[in-house]
């Protein structure tokens, strides 16, 4: 884990001696440099870069090209992404426990789930999941965490890389089970690389943008704004599957959706840059009510005339006073409004984003490197139960439980008793893996059981990797399997 850690650690930004609001030009992203491989970064920001969707395909096992910080999270696999569901797994323990409270708690560190496209409400997810993402998953659940990048090092270390080349990036990822999908087809306010990591998943960009470069209001196919049928009519601009090694760029304002094939879960991460916040309307607005709100003629409400008359009724006086702070406004803004200012201010904003969350980011990398190496020294006894369920891996060997390590396991969290809910056309099989268990008297390796099952059917051909990973960590958790 120290060479991990070390990995990591190349990529965490070094103080610098540069004025307050200057930006780091020094050095660009290699993550960028790899993604987009043959194309300089500066002919990426001029002819691609809040254009076009464009799809590319990073050289993965390249040594010559490869970036340490994508690299990382190339290399999470399944047991890295459980590591990060495991702290959405406490976030909402934490949110929904007796002593917490909610109105003060950050919502924005809990994870989404949706199931068939519609979300899930925190108490059902507490009654029937017991607040895991491993139990909703089994159920056919997608698991959306924003933020990521306080979850994940690797994700962390891929964000503190990116901003070489961009003011601020953050990593939302999107975990669907086979014959899923997370959302419908929507559009966004920000520009987003997509990063297939695990699995695979159907894509479909549209050509045309209902709304070009949308503000935080104007996200068709969100709260209630559909998405023009005109647009879904056309045949996409692009309609491909993802694999691992691929990303995808869109600029914001792109219709997308997305889908799981039956035999394929999907993890992916979203890079998120945020346009529409940095665009010079949403900027020099921000100036203007600034410098208007720093004096008191401008602060205080029009007289109610103004909008209550016809232009013919209000007295002249109010018209003459008006017209004359109007004019003083416009004075001030037009003095204030340079390009000067409009790069001061989006520096202070780069500046307040980066320092909220760098330093959050680097104690993730150390102290996720710490965790493990702890971890690994200092096994826990515990066979059944939450905190064993917790060191389930691939590699982990495990047994079925005896009716005494039953017991012992704490009662659930899910109000519906010990059992889980999962798909239907996923049940028989993962009964199967509790009656293998049962038969084969000793222990077996959690990776080892896929290929313990019967020659797959239509429907087990949904029992992925990460589905029998979630369904053992679920069983050790109620106590049914016992770590060996």
């Given at each position: 884990m120290k060479r991990n850690a070390n990995l990591l650690a190349d990529h965490?930004?070094?103080?610098?001696?540069?004025?307050?609001?200057e930006i780091n030009v020094n050095k660009e992203s290699s993550a960028l440099h790899q993604i987009i491989g043959n194309t300089s970064i500066d002919s990426f920001l001029s002819d691609v870069y809040q254009k076009e969707p464009h799809l590319f395909h990073t050289q993965i096992h390249d040594k010559d090209s490869r970036s340490a910080a994508l690299t990382s999270v190339y290399s999470m696999g399944w047991d890295g992404v459980c590591s990060m569901l495991h702290k959405s797994h406490d976030n909402l323990y934490q949110y929904h426990s007796v002593e917490s409270n909610q109105e003060d708690f950050d919502t924005s560190s809990l994870p989404l789930f949706f199931r068939n496209q519609t979300p899930i409400q925190s108490e059902e997810i507490r009654d029937t999941y017991g607040n895991s993402p491993f139990a909703a998953y089994l159920d056919g659940c997608s698991i959306v965490n924003n933020h990521a990048d306080l979850l994940s090092a690797p994700l962390a270390a891929l964000c503190l890389d990116l901003q070489h080349s961009f003011p601020h990036a953050y990593?939302?990822?999107?975990?669907?089970?086979?014959?899923?999908?997370?959302?419908?087809?929507?559009?966004?306010?920000?520009?987003?690389?997509?990063?297939?990591?695990?699995?695979?998943?159907n894509w479909k960009v549209y050509a045309d943008c209902p709304i070009p470069y949308p503000s935080h209001h104007e996200q068709v196919g969100k709260k209630g704004l559909p998405v023009p049928a005109t647009i879904l009519e056309k045949n996409p601009l692009f309609d491909i599957t993802l694999k691992p090694g691929d990303v995808l760029y869109m600029p914001r304002g792109y219709v997308h959706e997305a889908a799981t094939s039956v035999s394929e879960p999907s993890f992916h991460c979203t890079v998120a840059i945020a346009t529409a916040d940095w665009s010079l309307s949403t900027t020099v607005?921000?100036?203007?009510?600034?410098?208007?709100?720093s004096h008191t003629n401008f602060r205080m409400a029009v007289h109610p005339q103004f909008g209550m008359r016809s232009s013919n009724d209000i007295d002249s006086k109010q018209k003459d006073d008006l017209s004359i702070l109007l004019k003083d406004a416009v004075e001030r803004i037009s003095s204030t409004i340079t390009v000067e200012s409009v790069a001061q201010s989006l520096g202070f904003k780069y500046k307040t984003h980066n320092e909220y969350v760098q330093s959050k980011r680097e104690r993730l990398i150390v102290n996720e490197t710490d965790a493990s190496d702890s971890l690994d020294s200092n096994p826990s006894s515990t066979i059944v139960g939450p905190a064993a369920a917790r060191r389930v891996k691939m590699?982990?060997?495990i047994r079925a439980s005896t009716d005494q390590e039953k017991e012992s396991a704490p009662p659930p969290v899910a109000t519906h008793g010990r059992g889980l809910t999962v798909r239907e056309e996923t049940c028989d099989t993962l009964l199967m893996i509790l009656s293998i268990l049962r038969k084969v008297g000793?222990?077996?390796?959690?990776?080892?059981?896929?290929?313990?099952?019967?020659?797959?059917?239509?429907?087990?051909?949904?029992?992925?990797?990460?589905?029998?990973?979630?369904?053992?960590?679920?069983?050790?958790?109620?106590?049914?399997?016992?770590?060996a």
């Open positions: 965490l930004p070094k103080k610098s001696k540069c004025p307050e609001n990593v939302n990822t999107y975990l669907t089970p086979p014959s899923a999908a997370a959302v419908s087809a929507h559009a966004d306010d920000r520009d987003v690389f997509v990063i297939q990591v695990m699995g695979e998943k607005t921000e100036i203007v009510k600034q410098q208007l709100e590699t982990t060997k000793t222990s077996i390796q959690v990776s080892e059981l896929l290929n313990s099952l019967p020659a797959a059917n239509e429907e087990a051909q949904m029992v992925c990797e990460l589905t029998i990973l979630s369904f053992v960590k679920c069983c050790v958790g109620l106590g049914a399997i016992a770590l």
